[in-house]
């Protein structure tokens, strides 16, 4: 066969790029036969000039990918592309996480929540598992975290010995019950860490719930505050000093037992005190020497549910402790209403309740009005809707004196993304005598759908019979019902005060301040829990929880826990708590009797969608080379 110039037979040529194409297995076979370094080194340079050439466009663009892929991953970039940004970490977890990657504190959590669990479990512990690596990423890994699984020794004295030390730090476990066979066993599920910091451990506890099996919505709320929780601990431990809360006792308020449920939740983030007006100028500010001022003794001040008439002396001592710095929580009742009387008879008469608090409120910015607010938008109440042969005929009723009141869009950060809150037998509040550096904004107000009953106000169980048509009205907004005030305070002693006690330096009467703030809120039961009777007392019941439904559906606590939070300028705490991760279960009405269906879909959809590509490529392959 004789060839000439650049003809070459047409065989020979199909063989050649037979020959390139095969070109791996063709390298494979040089350096895997016995050859000399000459072979070896023509073997990579046929290599180098084959990527060179056009036919190794391909390897080109992967040895360029992986370049390329080898430099980013020296700087890891994530983008959070979600919605409600659930992969992201707020400003307030950025600022603490760069402060202990600058301080070099060393952080341990330890989260007992492994083992083999139900699905809602297991993606509880995978966002806890998320949320710590990026903990650790962002701390230049001085956040260390270990899951731990209660129950792997197989021991149960080893077990239980663990258990009990976890439930005496003040951890709780979650009972589930699962049937296997025919046999129902149990199983202690622990949703909880703890997290050391410097040395000191503080527990964390992620579900918290009085039911047994807890459903999808509570595990989802976990879920959304597992960023809050665990970052709570930790600030916990950064803290030089944690801020000081007081609880106004006497003149009527509630009794620790009916606030319990609010304040040993407060207590896990501050300390919480009892505080009494006994007449003493110490009894909410101390002098400090060197100073010209007094201090507070406490960050915030709650005043809830007063009966009784406080003095002049009382009000200025808390004229003066807002003057010198301190925030107020206001929870006060302007209408008396006798429950008593209403379960008894059926009816009551609702009276002005005389605290003598009206005129300092109204110099600070904000009248009380002495009505009560009926609103279409209410909580059911059960009531005997008469005989019905030998039983009682309960049923359920809207209680129009008990407002249900859920915030907008555009809600302060004290509302934002929680749940509706309830009201009893709540006022209206007006803001007024604005000055000049004092802001004043409506937290909460009623619907719309709601009318105003002066003073004196007839409450009777027969409420229940008005008629929709009752609640039209033309307001394009509801009667508010808690106000914000925040700015500038005058005293309300400015010009009441005798010159003697006004020049006294150790009282040092102070007549304005520039950062003041006070919430106030025209019911005193929004605080309040209930209680149940049990051996040796009353125990409390959930703030928010509705005897109805037996389960807390009302966002009261979170609120005051927001509340004050606020009060305390800490608005990382509230962002924190307030934010919401959507939880988007499946349609159970849509995929109920179709399980068949969906889960063929689910399955074989890809399957074929793979073959059909892999025929596609092949058709397309063969195609080419056939024209070839």
Same mark, same amino acid.
Request: proline share 5%; net charge negative; hydrophobic share 40%.
């Given at each position: 066969?004789?060839?000439?110039?650049?003809?070459?037979?047409?065989?020979?040529?199909?063989?050649?790029?037979?020959?390139?194409?095969?070109?791996?297995?063709?390298?494979?076979?040089?350096?895997?036969?016995?050859?000399?370094?000459?072979?070896?080194?023509?073997?990579?340079?046929?290599?180098?000039?084959?990527?060179?050439?056009?036919?190794?466009?391909?390897?080109?663009?992967?040895?360029?990918?992986?370049?390329?892929?080898?430099?980013?991953?020296?700087?890891?970039?994530?983008?959070?592309?979600?919605?409600?940004?659930?992969?992201?970490?707020?400003?307030?977890?950025?600022?603490?996480?760069?402060?202990?990657?600058?301080?070099?504190?060393?952080?341990?959590?330890?989260?007992?929540?492994? #083992?083999?669990?139900?699905?809602?479990?297991?993606?509880?512990?995978?966002?806890?598992?998320?949320?710590?690596?990026?903990? !650790?990423?962002?701390?230049?890994?001085?956040?260390?975290?270990?899951?731990?699984?209660?129950?792997?020794?197989?021991?149960?004295?080893?077990?239980?010995?663990?258990?009990?030390?976890?439930?005496?730090?003040?951890?709780?476990?979650?009972?589930?019950?699962?049937?296997?066979?025919?046999?129902?066993?149990?199983?202690?599920?622990?949703?909880? !860490?703890?997290?050391?910091?410097?040395?000191?451990?503080?527990?964390?506890?992620?579900?918290?719930?009085?039911?047994?099996?807890?459903?999808?919505?509570?595990?989802?709320?976990?879920?959304?505050?597992?960023?809050?929780?665990? #970052?709570?601990?930790?600030?916990?431990?950064?803290?030089?000093?944690?801020?000081?809360?007081?609880?106004?006792?006497?003149?009527?308020?509630?009794?620790?037992?009916?606030?319990?449920?609010?304040?040993?939740?407060?207590?896990?983030?501050?300390?919480?005190?009892?505080?009494?007006?006994?007449?003493?100028?110490?009894?909410?500010?101390?002098?400090? &020497?060197?100073?010209?001022?007094?201090?507070?003794?406490?960050?915030?001040?709650?005043?809830?549910?007063?009966?009784?008439?406080?003095?002049?002396?009382?009000?200025?001592?808390?004229?003066?402790?807002?003057?010198?710095?301190?925030?107020?929580?206001?929870?006060?009742?302007?209408?008396?209403?006798?429950?008593?009387?209403?379960?008894?008879?059926?009816?009551?008469?609702?009276?002005?309740?005389?605290?003598?608090?009206?005129?300092?409120?109204?110099?600070?910015?904000?009248?009380?009005?002495?009505?009560?607010?009926?609103?279409?938008?209410?909580?059911?109440?059960?009531?005997?809707?008469?005989?019905? #042969?030998?039983?009682?005929?309960?049923?359920?009723?809207?209680?129009?004196?008990?407002?249900?009141?859920?915030?907008?869009?555009?809600?302060?950060?004290?509302?934002?993304?929680?749940?509706?809150?309830?009201?009893?037998?709540?006022?209206?509040?007006? +803001?007024?005598?604005?000055?000049?550096?004092?802001?004043?904004?409506?937290?909460?107000?009623?619907?719309?759908?709601?009318?105003?009953?002066?003073?004196?106000?007839?409450?009777?169980?027969?409420?229940?019979?008005?008629?929709?048509?009752?609640? &039209?009205?033309?307001?394009?907004?509801?009667? +508010?019902?808690?106000?914000?005030?925040?700015?500038?305070?005058?005293?309300?002693?400015?010009?009441?005060?005798?010159?003697?006690?006004?020049?006294?330096?150790?009282?040092?009467?102070?007549?304005?301040?520039?950062?003041?703030?006070?919430?106030?809120?025209?019911?005193?039961?929004?605080?309040?829990?209930?209680?149940?009777?049990?051996?040796? #007392?009353?125990?409390?019941?959930?703030?928010?929880?509705?005897?109805?439904?037996?389960?807390?559906?009302?966002?009261?606590?979170?609120?005051?826990?927001?509340?004050?939070?606020?009060?305390?300028?800490?608005?990382?705490?509230?962002?924190?708590?307030?934010?919401?991760?959507?939880?988007?279960?499946?349609?159970?009405?849509?995929?109920?009797?179709?399980?068949?269906?969906?889960?063929?879909?689910?399955?074989?959809?890809?399957?074929?969608?793979?073959?059909?590509?892999?025929?596609?490529?092949?058709?397309?392959?063969?195609?080419?080379?056939?024209?070839?």
């Amino acid at each position: 066969m004789v060839c000439h110039g650049n003809a070459f037979p047409l065989h020979w040529y199909r063989h050649h790029r037979r020959v390139r194409c095969g070109l791996v297995c063709s390298v494979y076979h040089d350096c895997t036969s016995p050859g000399t370094t000459e072979h070896s080194t023509r073997t990579r340079m046929s290599l180098l000039n084959y990527i060179q050439r056009p036919e190794g466009k391909g390897w080109r663009i992967a040895l360029l990918t992986t370049a390329v892929l080898g430099i980013l991953a020296q700087w890891p970039l994530r983008i959070d592309v979600t919605e409600d940004r659930r992969h992201s970490l707020s400003e307030a977890t950025e600022s603490m996480l760069d402060a202990i990657e600058q301080a070099e504190d060393e952080v341990l959590v330890r989260c007992y929540l492994k #083992g083999e669990f139900p699905a809602r479990y297991q993606r509880l512990a995978g966002e806890i598992r998320s949320k710590l690596r990026t903990f !650790a990423r962002k701390s230049d890994h001085n956040v260390r975290w270990q899951f731990i699984d209660v129950t792997a020794s197989g021991d149960d004295k080893t077990i239980g010995e663990t258990e009990s030390a976890l439930y005496e730090q003040g951890l709780r476990f979650t009972r589930i019950a699962t049937r296997e066979n025919g046999i129902t066993a149990f199983q202690n599920v622990w949703p909880c !860490a703890i997290v050391t910091v410097k040395g000191v451990d503080y527990p964390v506890q992620f579900l918290r719930s009085e039911n047994m099996d807890p459903d999808e919505v509570m595990v989802q709320n976990a879920i959304n505050q597992v960023e809050f929780n665990l #970052g709570q601990a930790i600030r916990l431990g950064l803290r030089d000093r944690r801020p000081v809360v007081g609880i106004l006792q006497g003149h009527g308020c509630w009794l620790p037992a009916e606030t319990a449920d609010f304040t040993n939740t407060l207590s896990e983030t501050a300390d919480v005190v009892d505080v009494e007006l006994d007449g003493s100028v110490d009894a909410l500010c101390e002098s400090i &020497e060197g100073r010209v001022w007094r201090q507070p003794k406490y960050e915030v001040l709650v005043v809830a549910g007063p009966d009784s008439t406080f003095s002049d002396k009382d009000k200025l001592l808390l004229d003066q402790y807002l003057m010198n710095g301190g925030n107020l929580l206001w929870l006060i009742d302007p209408l008396a209403t006798d429950l008593d009387s209403l379960r008894n008879a059926q009816q009551t008469l609702a009276i002005t309740r005389e605290t003598g608090l009206f005129d300092l409120l109204f110099h600070h910015g904000a009248r009380l009005n002495r009505n009560l607010v009926l609103d279409a938008q209410c909580a059911p109440i059960v009531l005997n809707a008469g005989p019905m #042969g030998n039983q009682r005929n309960m049923q359920m009723f809207s209680w129009y004196f008990a407002p249900v009141v859920l915030a907008g869009p555009e809600a302060h950060p004290i509302c934002a993304n929680l749940d509706p809150v309830h009201f009893d037998f709540v006022s209206s509040i007006d +803001p007024v005598n604005e000055i000049e550096g004092k802001k004043s904004q409506v937290l909460l107000e009623s619907s719309a759908q709601s009318v105003l009953y002066n003073a004196p106000v007839r409450v009777a169980s027969g409420v229940v019979n008005l008629p929709p048509e009752h609640f &039209e009205t033309n307001r394009s907004q509801g009667h +508010p019902l808690a106000v914000l005030l925040e700015g500038r305070f005058e005293s309300f002693y400015a010009a009441r005060l005798n010159a003697q006690l006004r020049d006294d330096p150790d009282f040092a009467f102070r007549e304005s301040t520039e950062s003041g703030c006070m919430i106030v809120v025209a019911d005193a039961d929004f605080i309040r829990n209930d209680t149940r009777a049990v051996e040796g #007392g009353i125990a409390p019941l959930p703030l928010g929880w509705d005897r109805a439904s037996q389960r807390v559906i009302y966002d009261n606590k979170e609120w005051l826990l927001n509340a004050i939070s606020y009060l305390l300028d800490d608005v990382a705490q509230i962002s924190l708590r307030s934010r919401s991760i959507a939880f988007r279960p499946l349609n159970d009405t849509r995929i109920r009797g179709k399980q068949s269906k969906w889960t063929l879909s689910a399955v074989g959809i890809p399957v074929v969608l793979v073959l059909s590509m892999g025929l596609l490529l092949a058709a397309l392959r063969k195609r080419r080379w056939t024209q070839n």
